[in-house]
């Protein structure tokens, strides 16, 4: 499991080259890339990204105005709603497993 540092890049984000995320005086935030922004923007004016926090099928966030550790590549940050707990995928029963599937499936 990953350390939690009052400030930082969080090691295992670094694989997505949209964005990755990050901890500021302990609070947890992404940063969205501009490669990216297309992507992003065309989530949140479509509707797509209401309907799915509606249905419970996505977290929220909100947009804040604060600087990452990597301005020059940052369109938007944001800061997620903390989920209560971390699950890894390894640790599912097959019927988790097939539940995360038609999840994914339905969105």
């Known amino acids: 499991m990953e350390r939690i540092k009052p400030n930082g890049n969080i090691p ?3 694989r997505d080259p949209s964005g990755f995320l990050f901890y500021k005086d302990g609070l947890l935030y992404r940063q969205i890339n501009i490669i990216y ?3 992003y923007d065309h989530l949140m004016s479509s509707g797509l990204y209401e309907k ?3 249905s419970e099928l996505l977290i929220t966030h909100e947009e804040v105005n604060i600087e990452s550790g990597s301005p020059k590549k940052a ?3 944001i800061k997620p709603e903390l989920i ?3 699950s890894y995928p390894y640790e ?3 019927s988790q497993l097939k539940d995360a599937a038609l999840t994914l499936l339905e969105m």
Do not use: R
């Open 12 to 14: 295992s984000s670094f």
């Open 52 to 54: 799915l926090v509606d």
């Open 37 to 39: 922004k297309e992507n």
């Open 75 to 77: 369109y938007k940050i």
């Open 84 to 86: 209560p707990f971390i």
């Open 92 to 94: 599912w029963c097959f």
